[in-house]
């Protein structure tokens, strides 16, 4: 097997497990709260789960550049190591948390040193041939997609079978081993020498250096929106099966049918829309995608049951699987060399930026025109974005191709 699908290979399953670690507490949390870390009261609770959860996407925001910037100078496999087993650690240590502070800066030391994620797409984008990105960002992005989607229902099997504190020593585990088998499996190519004589330039000269690229500071925006956009209607979803549905029974198994429909089709579209991408470029997909999206997400509004509903969000998924890695697989294509890193961390913060307004913003305009009106809300910043990928993105390589 060639060096680069090895990579791919063990990335892959990397990306499984620290996305299924991530979301595997989804549905003990609150009950984690309630009978390991003394609450008692509801609302407290609620308060707890919601601040816990997002501290982590915080500090990922945050220090997501620092780490880029320490990628592209001492080595993309380093920062993936240091990530991998640095989470393993910290998520043992969540399980011997003896309140909710302790989670709470455990979530955000883990945010702190996170950067898996970037560091395994910028090293596949350094060590793939270039016509073979886009099913490479593809394929890698169906593994995060599958942890995304399978993490709660683990965690859920978990929880009955072997109680809260010891998914967490399980999950260290596996992200440990995760990390191992990248240690000896993985390789890239990196000169250290070469990369230590380049300019030391700081994280606020490197964003700016890189936003004067005008099709960088484009994907950037685009980045922030689809997962905003996407992750806006989220948390409300539960409400709206509830409302299609009625207080019937088995309203739990629909509600989390519902939220996982989009990612099963979105993980076997991606490596499909990759492989395709590389044909005809990645500009078209991502137009497309952006397009499928955002005339799924109108019908979405009028369901007149959760069927329809289900199949819909199922719909959307397959197109769904087609921005991310179009984005990062464009993202490549305009970064200078040696910058790679850096520029997919940034790419990373506004991912995380999304992935903490969209839920707030969504709750807002759910309260003021309801939850059907964020649906249409997302449907009009996707036909924006389409909008604004055709000006920079489709016209520029029109451009290039004229």
């Given at each position: 097997?060639?060096?680069?699908?090895?990579?791919?290979?063990?990335?892959?399953?990397?990306?499984?497990?620290?996305?299924a670690?991530?979301?595997?507490?989804?549905?003990?949390?609150?009950?984690?709260?309630?009978?390991?870390?003394?609450?008692?009261?509801?609302?407290?609770?609620?308060?707890?789960?919601?601040?816990?959860?997002?501290?982590?996407?915080v500090?990922?925001?945050?220090f997501?550049?620092?780490?880029?910037?320490?990628?592209?100078?001492?080595?993309?496999?380093?920062?993936?190591?240091?990530?991998?087993?640095?989470?393993?650690?910290?998520?043992?240590?969540?399980?011997?948390?003896q309140?909710?502070?302790?989670?709470?800066?455990l979530?955000?030391?883990?945010?702190t040193?996170?950067?898996?994620?970037?560091?395994?797409?910028?090293?596949?984008?350094?060590?793939?041939?270039?016509?073979?990105?886009?099913?490479?960002?593809?394929?890698?992005?169906?593994?995060?997609?599958?942890?995304?989607i399978?993490?709660?229902?683990?965690?859920?099997?978990?929880?009955?079978?072997?109680?809260?504190?010891?998914?967490?020593?399980?999950?260290?585990?596996?992200?440990?081993?995760?990390?191992?088998?990248?240690?000896?499996?993985?390789k890239?190519?990196?000169?250290?020498?070469?990369?230590?004589?380049?300019?030391?330039?700081?994280i606020?000269?490197?964003?700016?250096?890189?936003?004067?690229?005008p099709?960088?500071?484009?994907?950037?925006?685009?980045?922030?929106?689809?997962?905003?956009?996407?992750?806006?209607?989220?948390p409300?979803?539960?409400?709206?099966?509830?409302?299609?549905?009625?207080?019937?029974?088995?309203?739990?198994?629909?509600?989390?049918?519902?939220g996982?429909?989009?990612?099963l089709?979105?993980?076997?579209?991606?490596?499909?829309l990759?492989r395709?991408?590389?044909?005809?470029?990645?500009?078209?997909?991502?137009?497309?995608?952006?397009?499928?999206?955002?005339?799924?997400?109108?019908?979405q509004?009028?369901?007149?049951?959760?069927?329809?509903?289900?199949?819909?969000?199922?719909?959307?998924?397959?197109?769904?699987?087609?921005?991310?890695?179009?984005v990062?697989?464009?993202?490549?294509?305009?970064?200078?060399?040696?910058?790679?890193?850096?520029?997919?961390?940034?790419?990373?913060?506004?991912?995380?930026?999304?992935?903490?307004?969209?839920?707030?913003?969504?709750?807002?305009i759910?309260?003021?025109?309801?939850?059907?009106?964020?649906?249409?809300?997302s449907?009009?910043?996707f036909?924006?974005?389409?909008?604004?990928?055709?000006?920079?993105?489709?016209?520029?390589?029109k451009?290039?191709?004229g």
């Open positions: 097997m060639e060096q680069w699908k090895k990579n791919l290979a063990v990335l892959w399953v990397g990306q499984f497990l620290v996305m670690g991530m979301t595997m507490i989804i549905p003990f949390l609150s009950l984690y709260l309630q009978t390991d870390l003394g609450l008692s009261d509801p609302h407290e609770t609620a308060t707890w789960a919601g601040i816990i959860f997002a501290g982590n996407f500090t990922s925001f945050l997501q550049p620092l780490w880029g910037k320490l990628s592209d100078r001492y080595g993309r496999k380093m920062m993936l190591l240091r990530s991998g087993f640095g989470m393993a650690i910290v998520m043992v240590l969540m399980g011997f948390a309140n909710p502070w302790h989670l709470l800066l979530r955000m030391v883990n945010g040193i996170s950067g898996f994620n970037p560091a395994s797409v910028s090293l596949i984008s350094a060590t793939t041939p270039k016509e073979r990105m886009g099913f490479a960002m593809g394929t890698l992005q169906s593994g995060g997609i599958a942890g995304t399978l993490g709660p229902f683990i965690g859920g099997l978990l929880a009955d079978a072997i109680g809260f504190r010891p998914i967490f020593y399980v999950t260290g585990l596996l992200l440990f081993l995760a990390s191992l088998l990248a240690m000896f499996v993985v890239e190519s990196f000169d250290r020498t070469k990369a230590a004589a380049k300019p030391n330039v700081s606020i000269q490197g964003f700016a250096s890189l936003s004067r690229i099709q960088l500071k484009s994907l950037f925006a685009v980045t922030f929106l689809i997962q905003f956009a996407m992750i806006g209607p989220m409300l979803m539960p409400l709206y099966v509830q409302e299609l549905h009625g207080t019937a029974v088995n309203l739990a198994f629909w509600s989390g049918l519902v996982s429909a989009a990612g089709s979105n993980m076997v579209s991606s490596p499909l990759g395709l991408s590389d044909r005809i470029g990645q500009e078209r997909i991502l137009l497309v995608s952006l397009i499928g999206s955002a005339l799924l997400f109108i019908p509004a009028m369901a007149g049951s959760v069927w329809q509903l289900l199949v819909l969000r199922f719909l959307q998924g397959v197109f769904l699987g087609g921005l991310i890695p179009s990062n697989a464009l993202i490549r294509k305009h970064t200078p060399d040696g910058m790679e890193s850096r520029s997919f961390s940034f790419n990373s913060s506004t991912l995380s930026l999304g992935n903490m307004i969209g839920p707030i913003v969504g709750g807002v759910s309260g003021w025109i309801g939850i059907e009106g964020v649906f249409i809300t449907a009009v910043l036909v924006l974005n389409a909008l604004w990928v055709n000006r920079t993105l489709l016209a520029h390589r451009q290039r191709q």
